[in-house]
């Protein structure tokens, strides 16, 4: 049974293996060398404080399956009532309704703040998040165009939002 529950510092080996795996072989982030578990956990730090900014992770039988984080979407306080969500899921968890079950966990306690809305944005293509996304209630709100590279070319970001 997979369990949903926050980020721990012990979880930060496979944390940052999850998130390199991504960086490696994807265009789904886009960093393009590999963080050693040190230089992840400036990132882990961000999570230790109180606030609507959350890392969860999900483990079955000891092991880290993926994580889900909300973080500011912006850093002007106009912003402070939205948030950007995002999920990875370790290459061999993938369909197996890791990421739906971090996404359920993280707007359940999401809904327990001063929020209004979260968004998302998707290194395109990328059909299972996309179907991920929609599937929990993010609506598209539009692409922007060769924004980022990766391996050597231009990559689109299609941009989400959920209400919560």
């Not at 293996?17 to 040190?38: C, G, K, L, R």
């Not at 999920?87 to 197996?96: E, I, L, T």
Request: proline share 6%.
């Amino acid at each position: 049974m997979t369990e949903v529950r926050p980020g721990e510092e012990r979880d930060l080996v496979a944390l940052t293996a999850i998130y390199n795996h991504y960086v490696t072989t994807s265009h789904v982030t886009f960093d393009d060398v590999p963080f050693s578990v040190d230089e992840r956990r400036v990132w882990f730090s961000h999570y230790a404080r109180a606030g609507p900014h959350r890392l969860l992770v999900a483990e079955e039988n000891g092991e880290i399956l993926g994580y889900a984080t909300s973080s500011p979407f912006r850093p002007k306080p106009g912003y402070r009532t939205s948030v950007e969500t995002t999920v990875y899921v370790a290459a061999d968890a993938g369909g197996r309704g890791v990421g739906n079950a971090l996404y359920t966990s993280l707007f359940a306690e999401l809904a327990e703040e001063n929020l209004h809305r979260a968004y998302a944005g998707l290194a395109v293509p990328n059909q299972p998040s996309r179907a991920l996304h929609v599937r929990l209630g993010f609506t598209p709100i539009g692409v922007f165009r060769e924004v980022g590279t990766k391996f050597g070319r231009y990559v689109d970001v299609e941009w989400f939002e959920r209400p919560l």
